[in-house]
């Protein structure tokens, strides 16, 4: 097939083709999953911290105007411990200081804990698979 156009030139036609693609969905097999609870149980272990206060009694005996401030001195907390006292006129005497030393022990203690872990079970075409567990292996059985 070709034309004939008014300079005597032959033309010659093209054609071309078009390609398209198509989605569909299908459905290739079924799967089915059951999940398991298992208890397990276990020791935990961790350190507790405790603080212990040790107390001396320093025996002071003097008049004093003003009733000291607590302190710190060093590692010691220092309470004041006061008494007021009869003599004609009221005097105010330290009687005493309180010297408390914070010391931090650990203790190791043990508790028991479930916990509880998950795992599934996979079917697939009559074989099943088994996913999580203690121990995170998954296997297939027949």
Do not use: C, H, W, Y
Not at 14 to 21: F, G, T
Not at 33 to 43: G, K, N
Not at 48 to 64: F, K, N, Q, T, Y
Request: glycine share 8%; no cysteine.
């Amino acid at each position: 097939m070709s034309d004939n156009d008014a300079s005597g030139v032959e033309r010659i036609p093209l054609i071309e083709e078009s390609v398209s693609i198509e989605k569909r969905v299908v459905e290739t097999g079924r799967v089915q999953v059951r999940t398991f609870v298992d208890d397990e149980q276990l020791m935990l272990r961790e350190a507790l911290a405790r603080e212990i206060v040790d107390v001396e009694r320093v025996a002071i005996g003097r008049e004093v105007d003003v009733a000291p401030q607590i302190r710190e001195e060093g590692e010691f907390l220092i309470v004041p411990v006061m008494e007021e006292r009869l003599v004609v006129e009221k005097r105010l005497f330290l009687v005493e200081e309180l010297r408390l030393r914070r010391t931090t022990v650990m203790v190791p203690v043990e508790a028991e804990a479930t916990r509880r872990v998950m795992r599934a079970e996979v079917e697939r075409d009559g074989k099943i698979t088994n996913t999580g567990g203690s121990d995170g292996e998954s296997g297939s059985q027949g």
